[in-house]
């Protein structure tokens, strides 16, 4: 294990944190709302930090396998315990494990929130929270690999330990352009959603905090009634298609761009996101247009942009659902299971993987009709690896094995049962809101310490796909090398 190489690129990780907070840093300053010494302090103690761990000599720039996944997940941790920093210090979150369970729900763009009134909250703090999302939408680390030289050949490690999804493809052979282009794409649907919604009638500042949240995929907002207390159908509906686009696999961009239409409208995975979302709006629409609203539009808009919010795990709300009927709220409970495309800033189990295993069941039919023939997984007229479609079924079962003891130690709090089992799903799908005790109009401020710590462990593993952190917690992966 090369230990000071893997200390040395955390320290660039900090250092990189260390500069994403002079943007709240400036917003502080020119608001004067008494939080600019908090992030002054923080973006210090953080640079400093990091550019003491550059400082450690090493005599072999190599990142393996295994420094690759220990960087990803240390990376996170890090991140997360130095991002925690504003909101503690500024005082506008007094507990410093509240402070963290923010900021994990931020960089892992959870959006579940321990603050009961955000609108109370200094301009920087409610910047930090939000860009939190932004920055780790993409992935904290791909950042590094994009703009670090000493990384060199093991960015793939660290790229294929933190991308989202059951395979990480290059979209052009070297991992560091395929870094760039992943946020080139990334800033440019930031700025047009971002122009849209000032549009819209929100101010600059709405706007980059609400683009932020849903490029992002995290939910976190400048209102306590979230976009719903902008009452604005435009608005509404410009979120609402964003977030859509956000849970789209990021490659399928560059390949439109590429002029590569076919390829596009023809992927599997994309039909089949498009798919579970028209028949989820279709469904609700139907149901709450007759039991609730009386009005096609207003079932519409609102079906719309909750089956988007839940399905890419963003969690922003525009109604309290659970006004819904029992059928309603049973679609939005099953599509957190779903949760965005491969490749996409989304979370929860993925469309890839639900695709994969939809294919599997359908050969493992066909198999007792013909016990002889000899069938294989394909998507996209390839065929899928059996290491894949293992990885794909051991994932599965672990995700829903975590759910279930996760939901378990959770109704300890007390709690209802939908509370509980939607407070695991929300947190280990980074969606944020769920239902009854952590539903639209809740926070997760009422848990105790360690319910408030086991939420934010599930946070990281939703994030980092479970295999990565789990692997780090067994004795064997620091004996053996790989």
């Keep these: 294990m090369n230990y000071k190489m893997m200390f040395k690129v955390l320290g660039y990780i900090l ?3 260390a500069l994403t907070m002079i943007p709240p840093l400036v917003i502080a300053l020119i608001t004067g709302e008494g939080d600019f010494p908090a992030f002054l302090i923080s973006s210090i103690i953080t640079g400093v930090c990091g550019a003491a761990l550059t400082r450690i000599p090493t005599k072999k720039n190599i990142i393996k396998v295994k420094e690759g996944l220990a960087i990803v997940t240390l990376g996170w941790l890090f991140a997360s315990v130095f991002g925690a920093l504003p909101f503690y210090l500024s005082g506008s979150i007094p507990s410093f494990v509240d402070a963290l369970f923010e900021t994990v729900s931020g960089f892992t763009t959870t959006g579940a929130t321990i603050i009961k009134d955000i609108e109370v909250l200094p301009k920087g ?6 860009f939190s999302h932004w920055i780790g939408g993409m992935g904290i680390l791909v950042v590094a690999v994009a ?20 395979v990480a493809d290059k979209i052009v052979p070297r991992i560091k352009d395929t870094a760039k282009i992943l946020y080139v794409t990334y ?5 047009t959603e971002f122009v849209l919604l ?20 995290g939910g976190f907002s400048t209102r306590n009634g979230s976009i719903g207390a902008f009452n604005n159908s435009y608005i509404f509906i410009v979120i609402s298609i964003f977030m859509i686009m956000s849970g789209t696999n990021f490659s399928l961009y560059y390949d439109l761009f590429k002029g590569k239409w076919r390829d596009v409208i023809k992927n599997s995975e994309l039909r089949l996101y498009l798919g579970i979302i028209f028949v989820s709006v279709l469904a609700i629409t139907i149901d709450t247009n007759f039991s609730l609203y009386h009005n096609w539009f207003e079932a519409f808009k609102h079906s719309l942009f909750q089956t988007s919010s839940i399905i890419t795990t963003t969690g922003y709300t525009t109604a309290n659902y659970e006004q819904w009927s029992t059928f309603s709220q049973g679609v ?35 198999k007792i009709l013909h016990p002889r023939a000899i069938l294989s997984v394909r998507v996209g007229g390839q065929p899928v690896a059996d290491d894949t479609l293992l990885n794909i079924a051991s994932f599965f079962m672990l995700y829903m094995l975590i759910f279930a003891f996760g939901s378990i130690i959770i109704s300890l709090e007390g709690i209802g049962f939908m509370g509980a089992t939607s407070a695991v799903a929300a947190t280990l799908g980074n969606i944020g809101p769920g239902f009854e005790f952590v539903g639209p109009t809740q926070t997760y401020a009422d848990f105790s310490v360690f319910s408030k710590l086991l939420l934010s462990f599930f946070m990281l593993l939703g994030r980092l796909e479970l295999f990565t952190v789990i692997a780090l917690l067994t004795p064997k992966f620091w004996k053996t090398e790989l």
Excluded: D
Aim: charged fraction near 10%.
């Design 15 to 17: 250092l990189i944190i």
């Design 125 to 130: 703090i409610l910047f930090w929270r939000s």
């Design 147 to 166: 703009v670090l030289p000493l990384i060199g050949s093991g960015g793939f490690h660290i790229f294929k330990a933190e991308s989202p999804g059951p």
């Design 187 to 191: 800033i440019v649907i930031t700025l």
């Design 198 to 217: 000032m549009f819209g009638g929100m101010t600059p500042f709405e706007a980059i905090v609400h683009t932020f949240g849903t490029l992002g995929t």
């Design 332 to 366: 939005l409970f099953v599509l957190m299971f779903v949760g965005g495309s491969a490749g996409s800033t989304g979370g929860s189990i993925k469309v890839m993987r639900i695709l994969v295993l939809i294919k599997v069941l359908k050969r493992e039919l066909t």
